[in-house]
């Protein structure tokens, strides 16, 4: 295990955010491997239901399960590649890229995945489904189970997003690649699904209460509905009632958030946004937010200006954290999690990484300011992270670059380990 510290810091002003100051991380943390052999493994979940497991989506059309005493089961939760003849994966992008369980899942059983498919020539589409656990077997999904929520038209087989969260409020988050043509990002207009792409989706996959008149959707598929404000105080998506918009727009100005996620503990945003060809960036959304902010795609990258021909009126969101390519290989940000586990030194650091040269980031607050800096130089190629029901780490490596591709069979799933995990007080209480 390398071991090699270094100091890039990357500092971005972040207006109305409190003053944390986090220790760094312990000198005797390490990437502790739970499981390999994995075939393209890009994203790791748990299911919130007390079972200590952990969901291995494999970018082949697989979802493997990690039990609780870190066994990898022979037989795959669900295989989406037999179950739609019509899923697409070519070695790209492409694939069965993220899943998210229902909030209430210990009681219905409901997932919700996302995948690209081919209906036809040059027809891709993004399809986000629900499936439901079989009868009798809590490891086993029903194949023929598929529901499907929303699809979405792609113009390329890049810039697919891919990763879906279910946000505190219980609305599914979906997060949009600008499909390749940069000038979507900045597109509201309702022309068709694809002014959805480059953007963060909030749908409703409940029902809820009915829409008020005059909403507009622009899925390909239409069985949700749109976030509006009700009696409980819940948040309506921020262009519900404008005329020609799609209404299922939170945010935009995204290039590709292809990770992000939520914090446990404060419900905070942090989305890795992938960049052009100059700078990498990590973006914030506060809990509680009404959204319709704008991140900036096309018309900066980074906090760097892009295009400078943009005409965009109103304020651009700059990233809370960046990095340039420039002076090394790296190609595109993995967005992680604010680590919220046993190990006191780590609490509250926002950990990250570059999906090309193996670099991991550990970032904290100082004074209002984000402040990263590069915890190990490692040889994995970060495709995602993870975190359980314990709030513990985990580092998802895609696989070993061979031949110009990645060598199948060869991801593995490292857990974040220090000597000493728990922080137990004089007291015998443990820490939180």
């Given at each position: 295990?390398?071991?090699?510290?270094?100091?890039?810091?990357?500092?971005?002003?972040?207006?109305?955010?409190?003053?944390?100051?986090?220790?760094?991380?312990p000198p005797?943390?390490?990437?502790?491997?739970?499981?390999?052999?994995?075939?393209?493994?890009?994203?790791?979940?748990?299911?919130?239901?007390?079972s200590g497991?952990?969901?291995?989506?494999?970018?082949?059309g697989r979802?493997?399960?990690l039990?609780?005493?870190?066994?990898?089961?022979?037989?795959?939760?669900?295989?989406?590649?037999?179950?739609?003849?019509?899923?697409?994966?070519?070695?790209?992008?492409?694939?069965?890229?993220?899943?998210?369980?229902?909030?209430?899942?210990?009681?219905?059983?409901?997932?919700?995945?996302?995948?690209?498919?081919?209906?036809?020539?040059?027809?891709?589409?993004?399809?986000?489904?629900?499936?439901?656990?079989?009868?009798?077997?809590?490891?086993?999904?029903?194949?023929g189970?598929?529901?499907?929520?929303?699809?979405?038209?792609?113009?390329?087989?890049?810039?697919?997003?891919?990763?879906?969260?279910?946000?505190?409020?219980?609305?599914?988050?979906i997060?949009?690649?600008?499909?390749?043509?940069?000038?979507?990002?900045?597109?509201?207009?309702?022309?068709?699904?694809?002014?959805?792409?480059?953007?963060?989706?909030?749908?409703?996959?409940?029902?809820?209460?009915?829409?008020?008149?005059?909403?507009?959707?622009?899925?390909?598929?239409?069985?949700?509905?749109?976030?509006?404000?009700?009696?409980?105080?819940?948040?309506?998506?921020?262009?519900?009632?404008?005329?020609?918009?799609?209404?299922?727009?939170?945010?935009?100005?995204?290039?590709?958030?292809?990770?992000w996620?939520?914090?446990?503990?404060?419900?905070?945003?942090?989305i890795?946004?992938?960049?052009?060809?100059?700078?990498?960036?990590?973006?914030?959304?506060?809990?509680?937010?009404?959204?319709?902010?704008?991140?900036?795609?096309?018309?900066?990258?980074?906090?760097?200006?892009?295009?400078?021909?943009?005409?965009?009126?109103?304020?651009?969101?700059?990233?809370?954290?960046?990095?340039?390519?420039?002076?090394?290989?790296?190609?595109?940000?993995?967005?992680?999690?604010?680590?919220?586990?046993a190990?006191?030194?780590?609490?509250?650091?926002?950990?990250?990484?570059?999906?090309?040269?193996?670099?991991?980031?550990?970032?904290?607050q100082?004074?209002?300011?984000?402040?990263?800096?590069?915890?190990?130089?490692?040889?994995?190629?970060?495709?995602?992270?993870?975190?359980?029901?314990?709030?513990?780490?985990?580092?998802?490596h895609?696989?070993?670059?061979?031949?110009?591709?990645?060598?199948?069979?060869?991801?593995?799933?490292?857990?974040?380990?220090?000597?000493?995990?728990?922080?137990?007080?004089?007291?015998?209480?443990?820490?939180?």
């Amino acid at each position: 295990m390398l071991k090699k510290w270094y100091f890039t810091f990357g500092v971005l002003l972040v207006t109305g955010l409190p003053v944390v100051t986090t220790a760094a991380p312990p000198p005797e943390l390490e990437l502790v491997s739970v499981a390999s052999g994995l075939n393209r493994p890009v994203a790791a979940r748990h299911a919130g239901d007390g079972s200590g497991r952990l969901f291995i989506v494999e970018q082949t059309g697989r979802i493997r399960i990690l039990d609780s005493s870190d066994a990898l089961l022979a037989t795959p939760f669900i295989d989406i590649s037999s179950v739609e003849p019509l899923f697409e994966y070519n070695g790209g992008e492409q694939g069965l890229l993220g899943m998210a369980f229902d909030p209430d899942f210990a009681n219905n059983g409901y997932f919700y995945v996302n995948y690209t498919y081919d209906p036809g020539p040059g027809l891709d589409r993004t399809r986000v489904s629900r499936f439901s656990v079989s009868s009798g077997n809590d490891n086993l999904a029903d194949a023929g189970s598929e529901y499907i929520i929303i699809e979405i038209e792609q113009d390329a087989a890049n810039h697919n997003g891919g990763d879906i969260h279910f946000g505190p409020d219980g609305y599914l988050y979906i997060g949009m690649g600008d499909g390749g043509p940069s000038g979507r990002a900045q597109t509201l207009d309702a022309a068709g699904s694809a002014s959805l792409l480059g953007k963060m989706l909030r749908i409703d996959v409940h029902g809820g209460t009915p829409e008020p008149v005059g909403v507009e959707k622009c899925g390909e598929v239409q069985n949700y509905t749109i976030p509006h404000a009700t009696d409980n105080g819940q948040i309506a998506n921020p262009w519900l009632g404008a005329d020609n918009v799609c209404d299922e727009i939170w945010t935009y100005g995204w290039r590709n958030p292809w990770r992000w996620s939520f914090d446990s503990l404060t419900g905070d945003m942090f989305i890795g946004d992938v960049g052009q060809g100059a700078m990498e960036e990590v973006s914030f959304q506060a809990a509680g937010d009404s959204g319709g902010g704008n991140y900036g795609w096309n018309c900066k990258e980074g906090s760097m200006d892009y295009w400078t021909g943009c005409g965009v009126e109103g304020v651009l969101i700059d990233p809370i954290l960046e990095y340039p390519q420039a002076g090394s290989n790296a190609c595109a940000v993995t967005g992680g999690y604010v680590y919220r586990g046993a190990i006191s030194e780590m609490r509250g650091d926002y950990v990250y990484a570059d999906y090309c040269d193996g670099r991991i980031w550990f970032a904290s607050q100082s004074s209002g300011n984000w402040v990263g800096a590069v915890w190990q130089d490692t040889v994995h190629h970060p495709s995602s992270f993870g975190e359980d029901e314990a709030g513990e780490l985990y580092l998802v490596h895609v696989g070993n670059f061979s031949g110009g591709g990645i060598a199948a069979n060869t991801g593995v799933i490292y857990r974040f380990e220090g000597d000493n995990p728990d922080d137990v007080f004089e007291d015998g209480f443990e820490g939180n």
